[in-house]
Each structure stands twice: as structure tokens, then as C-alpha cells.
């Protein structure tokens, strides 16, 4: 068994603890996790992509092409920027929330519908749903903060990870400081109720 997992967003979304939360709950179920994180720029807003792979024989925690089995999109157009990475029958869980990243292009508006739909026409959505939008409008002030975690939930609500949802509930609290557990596990039961 082996599984692939992309996760992208921009600086600041929290997608390296989405990353570390994701291996952490792995390696507790037993299974061996590779993870490794591409950060475009090194402020709030740049282009920010981790690799995370579990399973036997995971020699580099690097994707190759077309072999994600999913894609955790933080924003909509990182998400499209890694679907090169997914499999043809992958799926992608997506928030609609637009962050214009700073690598994102210059010309124009930048419009998270026309990304979204980009997405639908990609993923088959019209004929077999394998992509999962998540309203961002539920996520605002603090509750911004904690996207990645809800992001978490939607996907182990689904069935995505080998492992199941409590014990990615359990390494929240073994991961993340005491002070933030209860508005990470409320935002993951969220994302859990949203799927």
C-alpha cells in the first residue's frame, strides 16, 4: 500500500503542519511517511506545496507525476498549479477561499470561480465526483487560522487516509500547543461535518 498526497496553499495557510499532522498520524498507525515541503517565497502569500507519501518501500518523500492519489487545495489556484501531480482517478478537496498568491499572475483579476471550475471540468465532477469543495465563507476571523485542520477533517471524513479520523484528532493534541486544541478540533469536526 502506498499513498500520495499533495497538499497546496500559499504562505501562512499552514500546509507544513497539515503535512507534519498527516505523517505523525500515519507513522502512529504504523505505516512509514515521507513528507517534504516547496516553499516558492519565504514570506505570507508565497506558493507553498508539501509532498507527503506512506507506505512500504517510500525511499523520497517526492511525488512523481500523475501518482497523487489526492490534492488538499488551500486555495484554488494552488490547487490547479499541483494537478499535474494527481492521478487520473484521484481526488482533490478544495477550498474556495481565493488568496491571490504572490506568484499568481500579474495580468488581470484573478478570479476563484474560473479556478473552481477548472477544477470540476479536470476532476469529472460532472460524472463521478472526485472533487470535494469546501465553503470558505465558514472559515473567517480565528477560524481562518485553522483552515488546514478543517481541510484534515473534510478528507478523513471521506475515507482519503489509511488511517482513520480519531487518531488525526489524537495527534492534533500531541502536535499542536495545548492553547490551540480547541479551536483546531473544533475546525477539524467541521470540516468532518462538511463531507
Known amino acids: 500500500m502506498t499513498f500520495n498526497l ?56 517526492k511525488i512523481p507525476l500523475g501518482k497523487a ?34 506568484s499568481g499572475p500579474s495580468v488581470g483579476a484573478y478570479e476563484g470561480a474560473v479556478m473552481i471550475d477548472y477544477l470540476k471540468a479536470q476532476t469529472g465532477f460532472a460524472n463521478a465526483p472526485k472533487l470535494i469543495i469546501v465553503d470558505g465563507s465558514r472559515f473567517t476571523g480565528q477560524n481562518a487560522k485553522t483552515l488546514n485542520v478543517a481541510l484534515l477533517g473534510a478528507a478523513a471524513q471521506s475515507g482519503l487516509f489509511p488511517f482513520d479520523a480519531e487518531t488525526l484528532k489524537e495527534v492534533i493534541t500531541e502536535v499542536v500547543p495545548k492553547r490551540f486544541w480547541d479551536m483546531n478540533l473544533n475546525a477539524f469536526e467541521t470540516g468532518r461535518s462538511i463531507v
Open 6 to 61: 499533495m497538499i497546496a496553499g500559499v504562505g501562512g495557510q499552514g500546509t507544513v503542519l497539515a503535512s507534519k499532522l498527516v505523517a505523525a498520524a500515519a507513522m502512529k498507525k504504523g505505516y512509514n511517511a515521507r513528507t517534504t515541503e516547496f516553499i516558492g517565497m519565504a514570506q505570507r502569500g508565497g506558493s507553498v506545496f508539501g509532498h507527503c507519501r506512506i507506505g512500504e518501500n517510500i525511499f523520497s518523500p
Open 69 to 102: 492519489d489526492a490534492i488538499i487545495g488551500f486555495e484554488p489556484a494552488e490547487t490547479v498549479r499541483q494537478l499535474p501531480y494527481l492521478k487520473p482517478d484521484g481526488v482533490v478537496i478544495v477550498c474556495d477561499n481565493v488568496i491571490k498568491p504572490v
